[in-house]
């Protein structure tokens, strides 16, 4: 527990889209305080308020607007310095190696970017569905010598996959899961893709269209779900701590014009049979009894909302469930209209907020699991 000490967080890539949703969550955090923002050296050295493109509804908080801006090379510059934890929200082109170093300068590093995910010692974790994982830190070497780690969360497709398929691994076994994405613009970033650009037809536009390509999303959503449903043995002779979990994944990305909200439609062939009111039951049902003791700040009870109208989930009424921490499925229903006509046995719909629980909120989650676990001291 953290006995309401205010821990003081720096934030890398604090101007991009990510790094703009950690600075309005952690605005009024019960536990955490931006001290730091770190950006690239278009940045550098200007207020925050007057560096970043904000895209957010909210005004950009007045105290962290005012904070200067400062390069992510450096962990021990001054800005630095009491941060015991820093939040990752950096381009992958330059995440391994500034990650990298304030791990070794004894930082606990919480990560959205992809580059130190595939590691043999580093967890990629979401709070309500792996938060075991997190053990894996005690065999990160800069953590044996001065406490700093890396914790990454997956990719904002895979959050929302892994929270609604593990209530139903835990009680009927996968055998194998397709997943369809149809996934917002703010998921790639700012600028983005662009919202009209006919003078180039190389160049993707996203008004009135789908395009059928997000770079290296379908391998992230197939590698990433199989280590986070896995297990882990930390006492493994041969340093291979995660084993997957053994389901056949494949996956179809697709950028949509969406502003906010990944919306997924999985089919699932189980390895136990079930009804899908037993389906329903179970995620209707899943409390994750540890993280309801631990009483983390941004935590509250089930992950998953079941809706049970035709036509939801939709992103325009349901993104901000549970203040985007939610991932909400709907038509859950049998793996084809008629019985026997398709090999899985179930279909559902969920929405995550991709931003939010995709990114910045699992972080923020994950930091707070393991202030309870005592991990950061
Ligand atoms: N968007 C999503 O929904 C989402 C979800 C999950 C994970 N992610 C991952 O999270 C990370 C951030 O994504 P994003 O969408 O927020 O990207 P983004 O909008 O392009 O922002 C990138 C950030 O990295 C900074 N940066 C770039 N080069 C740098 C350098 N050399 N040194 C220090 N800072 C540098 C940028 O600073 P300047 O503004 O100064 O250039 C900016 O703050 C990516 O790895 C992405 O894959 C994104």
Same mark, same amino acid.
């Given at each position: 527990?953290?006995?309401?000490? +205010?821990?003081?967080?720096g934030?890398?890539?604090?101007?991009?889209?990510?790094?703009?949703?950690?600075?309005?969550?952690?605005?009024?955090?019960?536990?955490?305080?931006?001290?730091?923002?770190?950006?690239?050296?278009?940045?550098?050295?200007k207020?925050?308020?007057?560096?970043?493109?904000?895209?957010?509804?909210?005004?950009?908080?007045?105290?962290?607007?005012?904070?200067?801006?400062?390069?992510?090379?450096?962990?021990?510059?001054?800005?630095f310095?009491?941060?015991?934890?820093?939040?990752? =929200?950096?381009?992958?082109?330059?995440?391994?190696?500034?990650?990298?170093?304030?791990?070794?300068?004894?930082?606990?590093?919480?990560?959205?970017?992809?580059?130190?995910?595939?590691?043999?010692?580093v967890?990629?974790?979401?709070?309500?569905?792996?938060p075991?994982?997190?053990?894996?830190?005690?065999? *990160?070497?800069?953590?044996?010598?001065?406490?700093?780690?890396?914790i990454?969360?997956?990719?904002?497709?895979?959050?929302g996959?892994?929270?609604?398929?593990?209530?139903?691994?835990?009680?009927?076994?996968?055998?194998e899961?397709?997943?369809?994405?149809?996934?917002?613009?703010?998921?790639?970033?700012?600028?983005?893709?662009?919202?009209?650009?006919?003078?180039?037809?190389f160049?993707?536009?996203?008004?009135?269209?789908?395009?059928?390509?997000?770079?290296?999303?379908?391998?992230?959503?197939?590698?990433?779900?199989?280590?986070?449903?896995?297990?882990?043995?930390?006492? #493994?002779?041969?340093?291979?701590y995660?084993? #997957?979990?053994?389901?056949?994944?494949? =996956?179809?990305?697709?950028?949509?014009?969406?502003?906010?909200?990944?919306?997924?439609?999985?089919?699932?062939?189980?390895?136990?049979?079930?009804? +899908? *009111?037993?389906?329903?039951?179970?995620?209707?049902?899943?409390?994750?009894? $540890?993280?309801?003791?631990?009483?983390?700040?941004?935590?509250?009870? #089930?992950?998953?909302?079941?809706?049970?109208?035709?036509?939801?989930?939709?992103?325009?009424?349901?993104? #901000?469930?549970?203040?985007?921490?939610?991932?909400?499925?709907?038509?859950?229903?049998?793996?084809?209209?008629?019985?026997?006509?398709?090999?899985?046995?179930?279909?559902?719909?969920?929405?995550?907020?991709?931003?939010?629980?995709?990114?910045?909120?699992?972080?923020? *989650?994950?930091? $707070?699991?393991?202030?309870?676990?005592?991990?950061?001291?």
């Amino acid at each position: 527990m953290n006995n309401n000490r +205010i821990i003081n967080v720096g934030v890398l890539g604090a101007t991009g889209a990510v790094g703009q949703r950690f600075i309005q969550l952690l605005e009024k955090h019960q536990w955490f305080r931006v001290v730091a923002v770190g950006a690239s050296s278009n940045s550098v050295g200007k207020l925050y308020r007057d560096a970043v493109h904000w895209l957010l509804p909210t005004d950009i908080p007045v105290e962290i607007g005012q904070l200067k801006v400062v390069g992510c090379d450096d962990p021990s510059h001054q800005a630095f310095a009491s941060c015991q934890i820093v939040f990752s =929200a950096l381009d992958s082109n330059v995440a391994t190696e500034i990650e990298e170093k304030f791990r070794v300068a004894g930082k606990a590093v919480f990560s959205n970017s992809k580059n130190h995910r595939y590691d043999s010692d580093v967890p990629i974790m979401v709070c309500s569905v792996n938060p075991e994982h997190s053990e894996v830190i005690l065999k *990160q070497k800069a953590y044996q010598q001065n406490k700093g780690f890396i914790i990454t969360n997956p990719n904002c497709s895979t959050t929302g996959i892994v929270v609604a398929l593990k209530p139903i691994a835990n009680q009927f076994g996968l055998h194998e899961v397709v997943a369809f994405t149809m996934q917002s613009i703010s998921g790639a970033g700012y600028p983005g893709v662009p919202s009209l650009d006919i003078s180039n037809i190389f160049y993707f536009f996203i008004v009135g269209n789908v395009v059928p390509f997000i770079g290296e999303e379908e391998e992230k959503i197939e590698i990433e779900t199989k280590k986070i449903l896995g297990g882990l043995d930390c006492n #493994n002779v041969k340093s291979e701590y995660f084993s #997957n979990y053994p389901v056949m994944v494949s =996956a179809h990305t697709n950028r949509v014009p969406v502003v906010e909200g990944h919306t997924i439609c999985l089919s699932i062939k189980l390895k136990q049979s079930a009804t +899908i *009111q037993q389906v329903k039951d179970c995620l209707e049902n899943y409390y994750p009894k $540890e993280l309801q003791s631990l009483q983390l700040p941004t935590f509250n009870g #089930n992950p998953i909302v079941v809706l049970e109208q035709n036509n939801r989930p939709q992103p325009k009424l349901d993104v #901000n469930k549970g203040n985007g921490l939610k991932v909400s499925v709907g038509r859950i229903r049998d793996g084809s209209t008629s019985p026997g006509e398709s090999s899985f046995d179930l279909r559902m719909t969920l929405l995550v907020h991709n931003t939010v629980l995709g990114a910045a909120g699992s972080s923020i *989650q994950n930091a $707070e699991y393991c202030i309870a676990k005592g991990y950061i001291q």
